[in-house]
Each structure stands twice: as structure tokens, then as C-alpha cells.
């Protein structure tokens, strides 16, 4: 029986709906992590970049040089932005035109008049569940598809350890996501690291999941809090054995990470982005754009804006946030509200039509002209009797593979994008944002007018 703390469980949360607020922040406490308050421009995990991750909970993961996953790389942890290829990192430490990602995905640049690829990128937020983990490698058995998984910093504390992390304008060892027991902890090393080695990508979604309905969060932060946030994020990535007594540790460096999506997509760009650019990173995810389009620069030109897009909804023409909380509460709003679980064969009408929904975009972006990216995003749930989840790994068996289809991370397309010759992106970006049919002139009141 499925009440609403079941739909919630511990991954998750609440999402893209909300908002608001403000705060201050508190010092950070990094625990036995040390007071890492401290802004670098390139936060490193010296003497941290590697592990052998080995496999088995709770087992002895020694350091191993060699081991990284440094971008790129396949071996060297002394300088993870050296591409296999031997080219040299692009300037942002990614791999360049002619290099090969840690999925294996190549760069190259496009030919004039030669269309884009088709690039999707799956992403989940929170990554904390080792069922769905099993999933998801599942998945990646049947078909090329590589993807970008958003962590919580918390899932690197337990029940037991939870006093590491004071959340900004927060009291210490609060979250609001469930903590984890301490048996849990070596499962998610050893499920981060497996996925590593199969060159998926870690980003952060944050530590403590504040949102509206927990005030301070993501609409209230400051830059300050914001660094503070990644600060405790970094360190408790890189600190999880001590901070938990446990031996096995993360196999990654810090300047892997290099991108974000902030809780339930709050917060104000003014103030993240700086943030983001004090810890070397590259990319968000948070702020979702109308239709579907190329992605471009914040106005400094140092944050790539790969938001989610808002289109409407198969069958009905709404527009819609697409992703999966969005969808739950578009769909299913007294659910959501507290009220009883959908029936399953409602569940599985909602699953079809979300998945209906992807492939709309994807018939929408593979016939402008101009291939725009999509950017899928879920958090590892099973809400509504597993309907979003099992709608995204419908997506994925049924489009990643096929020809000029790309499934990868955020991490391969940033650098493809930066690969490109300025102006045949420039001529990507400038197309027409994609309403999939929806009029501009009738946009967001498209109710009934749908196509695909
Ligand atoms: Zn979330």
C-alpha cells in the first residue's frame, strides 16, 4: 500500500513546481572533512582521485593510481583532462575535437551543411537507490546509452553521521531527504563507481534537496550559500570514507563534476552561476527553456543553460515541465495531493503518454532541420506505480542505438558544443525555438491544438 511518505520514499522529493524564499547561511561544517569553506576556482580532491571500487558493500576499496576516471582518460589520475587520444584538453577541461570520451563517444566537428547529431541526454536526480541503479545498468546492457546522474551530497552521510553537514540557514544533520542507514553507504560507492567505470556522469544535485516547502533553499540562497552548498558537496564526496569510517571510496576527482541541477529547480541564476564558476563548473540544468532548442551560454558565457523543456503534453497540447514530478503532479494532482495511488492500469495510460510525450520531441527535434538536443530528466522514484520511470527506459530501449541517435551525458554534448566552429552553432542556437507545434502566438495556451 503506497501512502504518500511510500511515493516519496527517500530519493526525492518534491520538484520543479515550487518555489520561493530566502536565506542566510550558516558556516560550513565539514565534519571530519575539515571547515572547507573555502572557494577555489577548481575545487581538487588530492590524494582522492582514484579507488579500485571495488565491488562488494563494505569491502576495502584502496586507492589505486591509475584507476581514474579522469575525463577523457583511461588511465592518467595525474591529469584527468588528457583525452585517451593524446589530444589536449579543450580549454575547459573537456575533450576537444578528434578526443574520446570516457563512453566512448567521439568529438568531431561538424562539416558545413553536415546535420547535427541527435543528442539525448538521460538524467537523474538524487541517484540514491541501488534498485534502481540495477535498473538503469540494466538498460545500459540493451542498448548504447550513457548517462548523467545528479547526486545528493547527503547520500555520502547516514543516519549516524548526518551531523557532517549543516545545510545553509539550516540546523546541523538536517536534510529534507530521508537519511541513509551506514549499510547503505558502501552500495552507493560501489554503484557510483560502477557506473563511472562504464563512463556515465556525476553532477550534484546538491545536499540537503531544501525547497519551498523547507525554507532557506534554492530560492533564497545567495551566492554564498550556494558556494557553501558545493563546498560541503565536494568535501563530502571526497571525504566519505573518513567521514563514515568505512574504507571504500568515490572514483572520481572533483574536477570530473561538472555540472548541476538545483532541487525542484529553484533558485536564481544571479546567484548560482557565480557559485558554479567558483568551483570550475561548466554546466546547468536547473532553468527550463520553452521548446525545444540548442542550448547557449549565461551571459558571462561561462555556464552552459541545458534546462529541460517545457512542451506539451501528447494528446493535449499543455505545455509541460518534462520532467517526471511534473508530469506526476500535471497527471495525477490528488496523488500527489495525499490522496490514493492511481490504479494501475491509470498508471500505465499516464506511463504511455509521457513516453508519447518523448517521442513527440524527439519526431519534433528530428524534423526542423536541426536535431536540438533533448534533455531528459527523472529522479530514481517509482511514483505512480512506476509510470515516469518506466516511461524513460521505454525511451531509451526504443530510440538510443539507432542510427544518428546519441545517448550520452551532458558531459559529452558540452564538449561537442564546444567543438563546433562558432558560427555553425551559432546557426544551431538561432533556429527557432521548437513548440512542437504548439503557435508562438498561441504559446503557453495551446490546449487542444496538438499535433504529433
Ligand atoms: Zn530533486
Redesign the pocket.
Known amino acids: 500500500m503506497r501512502n504518500r511518505s511510500r511515493v516519496t520514499r527517500r530519493r ?2 518534491v ?1 520543479s513546481l515550487v518555489a520561493v524564499g530566502t536565506l542566510l547561511l550558516t558556516a560550513c561544517t565539514g565534519g571530519s572533512g575539515g571547515a572547507v569553506a573555502t572557494v577555489t576556482r577548481q575545487v581538487t580532491a588530492p590524494g582522492h582521485a582514484s579507488s579500485s571500487g571495488s565491488p562488494g558493500a563494505g569491502s576495502a576499496a584502496a586507492p589505486t593510481a591509475g584507476q581514474t576516471s579522469g575525463r577523457g582518460s583511461t588511465g592518467s589520475s595525474a591529469n584527468p583532462g588528457v583525452p585517451a587520444s593524446g589530444v589536449p584538453a579543450n580549454d575547459n577541461g573537456g575533450v576537444p575535437a578528434g578526443g574520446t570520451e570516457p563512453d566512448g563517444f567521439k568529438i568531431t566537428k561538424l562539416k558545413r551543411g553536415e546535420k547535427a547529431p541527435q543528442f539525448i541526454v538521460f538524467s537523474f ?2 541517484t540514491g537507490w541501488d534498485a534502481k541503479w540495477q535498473y538503469w545498468f540494466g538498460i545500459m546492457q540493451k542498448v548504447p546509452l550513457h548517462f548523467t546522474g545528479f547526486l545528493s551530497g547527503t547520500y555520502m552521510l547516514s543516519d549516524a553521521t548526518k551531523d557532517k553537514y549543516t545545510g545553509p540557514g539550516h540546523a546541523t544533520g538536517k536534510s529534507s531527504i530521508p537519511w541513509d542507514a551506514p549499510s547503505d553507504i558502501p552500495v552507493e560507492i560501489n554503484n557510483l563507481n560502477k557506473s563511472i567505470s562504464l563512463g556515465n556522469e556525476v553532477g550534484t ?1 546538491f545536499n540537503g ?1 531544501f525547497c519551498d516547502d523547507n525554507v532557506p533553499g534554492g530560492n533564497q540562497w545567495d551566492s554564498s550559500d550556494w558556494n557553501n552548498e558545493l563546498d560541503q558537496f565536494f568535501s563530502l564526496v571526497r571525504n566519505v570514507d573518513v567521514n563514515n569510517g568505512i574504507t571504500a571510496k568515490l572514483n572520481i576527482a572533483a574536477a570530473e563534476i561538472k555540472g548541476e541541477r538545483t ?2 529547480l529553484t533558485g536564481h541564476k544571479a546567484d548560482l552561476y557565480p557559485a558554479l564558476e567558483a568551483h570550475g563548473m561548466d554546466y546547468d540544468s536547473s532553468f527550463t527553456r520553452t521548446g525545444l532548442s540548442w542550448p547557449v551560454k549565461s551571459a558571462d558565457g561561462k555556464i552552459w543553460e541545458m534546462g529541460m523543456s517545457e512542451f506539451p503534453m501528447h494528446g493535449t497540447g499543455h505545455p509541460q515541465i518534462t520532467m517526471d514530478y511534473n508530469f506526476y503532479a500535471q497527471q495525477e494532482p490528488d496523488t500527489v495531493a495525499g490522496g490514493a495511488a492511481p490504479s494501475p492500469a491509470k498508471s500505465a495510460a499516464d506511463s504511455a503518454q509521457v513516453l508519447a510525450t518523448y517521442e513527440d520531441m524527439l519526431k519534433a527535434a528530428q524534423t526542423d532541420g536541426v536535431n536540438e538536443p533533448l534533455i531528459i530528466g527523472n ?1 530514481f522514484n517509482d511514483w505512480n506505480n512506476n509510470a515516469y520511470s518506466n516511461a524513460v527506459g521505454n525511451f531509451a530501449l526504443a530510440e538510443c542505438g539507432k542510427t544518428g541517435v546519441h545517448c550520452v551525458p551532458f558531459r559529452d554534448l558540452v564538449d561537442w558544443m564546444n567543438a563546433q566552429d562558432p558560427a555553425v552553432l551559432k546557426a544551431l542556437q538561432n533556429h527557432q525555438s521548437n513548440l512542437g507545434g504548439c503557435p508562438y502566438l498561441k504559446w503557453p495556451k495551446c490546449d487542444g491544438l496538438i499535433r504529433y
Open positions: 526525492v522529493v520538484l536526480d538524487g544535485h534537496h532541487p525542484c529522479h
